[in-house]
């Protein structure tokens, strides 16, 4: 079985001296004061601050006051490409994610057409090879077309270099397909990524069910609908010996879920969104579409549950679950709007800001999160250590700013977090080996 | 007051303030000619994107007998079918300068969006199944007139609240008003959680003799795709109010149009206690008080606004 592909643009290595930074790598077991000598795109020496000398054709990176953290990877985007080139690409999506300290992103098939064959696949990778900013994987679908009635040729799109299986967006409806999906597994590797919700509990809601759906009006998706399939389809994982992960986590009752599951040894992992860590319920009593996604923000309770297992382990990574959307199709009525939020650029800052900064969540804990998507989609994890690939994300964690003040680097604005002032900045991201993003505010001083 | 879009958004003092106001234009409803000139040369946009006969009409009387001008929009057959925006639609209207823009929608927060997107002040005339303020202003109105108070009044709402906005803003402007409001109905017509909005649950008519007005909701049949009820036979001999469950010292209210034999028996429609009609004829001075309060009212303390409307608007008469 062949590794997962990723793919970028050409680059050049870059040889350089970050000088002076706070180095934290909770994988490593690194968390303190160093210098980072970087040559031809690996990491050649960590070394006790003003140990290390540039070599002359390196550039110095001052980065005295930032931390150096792994560069952070982010298993579910949407880059809506092909079909919605309007609402991102590959270039601005990958920027995007550069620009949150990403240094890995993989991307949802649920794309027009979907990336249910080996050529659809092939042609996004070139794409990727010619505008990527950061290594960009496809996933492709579980099911052609994502009708949930028919398995994709899964042996040869995993040749053909799919991260990972998945039809998100949409749940696998039935078991008995979801069965076969986690047999071929068998054949072909690769994770598969499940979107968890029964379509009958869902029926027409548009928003969590509860409370605040009874005074609005609008048909609610109860948290039953997530739980009680992941439960299926952990009892079908484990009945097949195969491995599964649980996207976007909304619910306390599907934590437990996870939990019993991962208690009996079912091979499950599970991601969560930074908007369901810092959003609930309360906050769509606006109706802005801005808090319109699927699945929907649920109550504190629900939040708390959500952090507490992120902090855990239960919830093994943080995903962005970027879906961005054009202005006109959010300005819209709450119930038309299409569902789904940006994330990439205020990922790291919104639960820098949220659960960092009040106590909530240690950083080692959150920054080990950031990229722990890669190992569940069998990349190799970045790491502060000599010999590995430079992934490296230099944040300012007392940097203030406005969500969306300059813009985004997305094609899309319909960020949850618009307009809200965050603590904590990313400066620069170094993926594999080569500078992804400098912020421009952030000097660099050539030797 | 700038707009009216939720109930949750007045006081007690607001509601009352407005109730008055349609009780002083009643008495002008009463007479030979029936306009007051509030509104002259102001225009007033309704547009409905959802069928309606009472509301859509009683809004356009109000504002004719306000003097205003009336422009009246209906979903079908305007730019809308032809994939105009609802932002376009709002800003071209705007060019307008209307005085007001009173809409229907079948989605909730439409009259929020409205808000946002036109400099005008907007009455919500039903947003989706979220709410009809008008209606509720409206209902309240018609039982002060025949009750001598409304708080620690026993309201009971029956029927299918799921879909029906008439109820969410009918909870939450009984109980503003100090009423204690219950809801009726089969479990797969009660919103989960909806005793947030401050209401007790039952899920049985059996206690329904408690209730100084009962207030039934129209079976909603044009939204029951799912199998909300097995049948309408079964619904009807759990929830229909007849002549057997509506008791002589109780009022009935209903926001129609009723479905004659599902949720109301034609025994109790023309009984004594049916404030039906009342409720229909309310509509008109209810939605000129909305409209004034919203467009008149803040210029109160402006001299030259009293001045002109001392003789034509009666003040309203303390409570």
Redesign the interface.
């Known amino acids: 079985m062949s590794e997962p592909s990723l793919d970028r643009r050409a680059v050049a290595p870059a040889d350089a001296l970050v000088r002076g930074a706070w180095l934290l790598d909770p994988r490593s077991g690194i968390d303190g004061g160093g210098d980072v000598l970087l040559t031809a795109g690996r990491i050649a020496e960590i070394g006790p601050p003003g140990s290390l000398e540039p070599p002359d054709s390196a550039e110095v990176i001052e980065a005295d006051g930032l931390h150096a953290f792994p560069a952070f990877v982010d298993p579910h985007v949407h880059l809506r490409v092909p079909g919605r080139e309007d609402e991102e690409g590959i270039d601005s999506g990958s920027r995007a994610a550069a620009a949150g300290g990403f240094c890995a992103i993989l991307a949802m098939p649920n794309t027009d057409p979907v990336v249910d064959s080996a050529p659809v696949l092939a042609s996004l990778r070139e794409r990727a090879r010619e505008e990527a900013h950061v290594p960009t994987g496809f996933l492709a679908a579980i099911t052609r077309s994502q009708a949930g009635t028919q398995l994709t040729e899964m042996a040869e799109l995993a040749d053909a270099g799919a991260a990972g299986f998945s039809d998100d967006g949409l749940p696998v409806e039935r078991a008995g397909v979801l069965r076969q999906a986690l047999q071929y597994q068998r054949l072909c590797g690769r994770v598969l990524a499940l979107h968890e919700e029964d379509a009958t509990l869902s ?1 027409s809601g548009v928003m969590h ?12 998706i ?1 948290s039953v609908s997530e739980s009680t399939m992941i439960a299926r389809d952990a009892a079908l994982a484990g009945y097949e010996g195969g491995r599964v992960h649980v996207q976007h986590l909304s619910a306390s009752e599907s934590v437990a879920a996870v939990e019993q599951a991962k208690a009996a040894g079912i091979e499950i992992t599970a991601e969560v969104t930074p908007h369901h860590l810092t959003l609930t319920d309360d906050d769509v009593r606006s ?1 802005d579409t801005g808090f319109k996604m699927n699945p929907p923000l649920r109550t504190e309770e629900d939040r708390q549950a959500l952090i507490d297992a992120l902090a855990s382990g239960a919830i093994d990574c943080v995903a962005t679950d970027h879906a961005p959307h054009s202005r ?1 199709e959010k ?6 709007a299409p569902m789904g939020v940006t994330g990439l650029e205020t990922a790291f800052a919104v639960l820098h800001t949220e659960l960092v900064l009040p106590g909530r969540l240690a950083l080692a804990v959150l920054v080990e999160r950031m990229s722990a998507g890669a190992a569940i989609f069998g990349l190799p994890a970045p790491a502060l250590r000599r010999g590995a690939p430079a992934n490296l994300a230099l944040v300012d964690l007392e940097a203030k700013w406005q969500v969306g003040e300059a813009g985004y680097e997305s094609r899309s604005a319909n960020c949850s977090f618009a307009g809200r002032d965050l603590t904590g900045r990313v400066r620069m991201t170094i993926a594999a080996g080569a500078v992804a993003y400098r912020e421009r505010s952030f000097a660099i001083e050539a030797v | 007051m700038r707009h009216l879009i939720s109930i949750d958004d007045l006081s007690r003092a607001d509601i009352e303030r407005v109730l008055d106001r349609a009780e002083s234009f009643a008495e002008v409803s009463g007479r030979e000619i029936k306009k007051v000139p509030t509104l002259r040369g102001r225009t007033v946009i309704n547009l409905f994107y959802e069928a309606s006969t009472r509301t859509s009409s009683s809004f356009e009387l109000a504002a004719k007998r306000l003097s205003a001008d009336v422009l009246s929009f209906k979903a079908q057959g305007s730019s809308v079918d032809k994939g105009e925006s609802l932002k376009d639609t709002i800003q071209t209207l705007s060019a307008y300068d209307p005085a007001a823009i009173v809409i229907r929608s079948p989605h909730a927060g439409a009259a929020q969006l409205v808000a946002r997107w036109s400099g005008a002040p907007v009455v919500n005339a039903g947003d989706g199944k979220r709410e009809h303020p008008t209606q509720a202003l409206l209902d309240l109105y018609t039982l002060r007139r025949r009750v001598p108070s409304l708080a620690g009044l026993k309201v009971w709402i029956v029927g299918d609240v799921l879909h029906s906005r008439v109820a969410r803003s009918n909870i939450l402007a009984f109980s503003r008003m100090g009423c204690e409001v219950t809801v009726c109905g089969p479990p797969t017509l009660i919103p989960r959680e909806v005793e947030a909005l401050g209401c007790s649950v039952r899920y049985t008519l059996d206690e329904v003799g408690e209730a100084d007005v009962i207030y039934a909701l129209r079976m909603q049949l044009e939204r029951m795709h799912g199998s909300f009820v097995p049948s309408l036979r079964e619904y009807a001999t759990r929830f229909q109010i007849d002549a057997r469950r509506l008791s002589p010292s109780q009022l009935l209210m209903h926001p129609g149009p009723v479905n004659r034999g599902v949720e109301l028996d034609a025994s109790v429609i023309d009984s004594p206690q049916a404030l039906i009609v009342e409720q229909v004829e309310s509509g008109v001075v209810v939605r000129m008080a909305v409209l004034y309060e919203l467009l008149a009212g803040g210029r109160a303390d402006d001299p030259a606004a009293v001045r002109e409307e001392v003789p034509v608007v009666v003040e309203p008469q303390p409570a």
């Open positions: 029926a069910e509860g409370a605040v759906s009874a005074l609005l009006g609008l048909a609610g109860p109706l006109e300005e819209q009525p709450f119930e038309v």
